[in-house]
């Protein structure tokens, strides 16, 4: 199994990046797909997840209207679009694919993601 994030940076305020997470080793579009993040010296957050077959998604307060999730189960993939990227957005990113049927989970090793000026 393995989820591989890519896409993080440096990136000033105000400004876009797209985190992509390959998938691979399982049946992707078995499972929810959720994007974490955790900064230096916090806990680890939900920022946003979608449901197996893309139907459902939800977001943290802090990101609604800023962050979008999405998913191609054709590619194994899913995304994260976030725009209007604030300095309390720095932060790792993570992938995490999960599956309560079989209280499964498994995460990828992260993306950086930086905005600063």
């Known amino acids: 199994v393995q989820l591989v994030e890519s896409g993080g940076g440096l990136v000033q305020p105000g400004g876009s990046l797209r985190l992509s997470c390959a998938a691979s080793?399982?049946?992707?579009?078995?499972?929810?797909m959720s994007w974490y993040r955790q900064a230096p010296g916090k806990e680890r957050e939900l920022v946003a997840r979608?449901?197996?077959?893309?139907?459902?998604?939800d977001y943290a307060d802090s990101v609604k209207g800023r962050f979008t999730i999405s998913r191609d189960n054709a590619r194994n993939t899913v995304y994260l679009q976030m725009n209007s990227l604030k300095p309390e957005d720095t932060a790792m990113y993570y992938c995490q694919a999960s599956r309560r049927a079989t209280n499964t989970d498994y995460w990828g090793q992260g993306t950086q993601v930086t905005v600063s000026s």
């Open positions: 080793g399982f049946t992707f579009n078995g499972y929810r």
């Open positions: 979608i449901s197996s077959l893309g139907g459902s998604t």
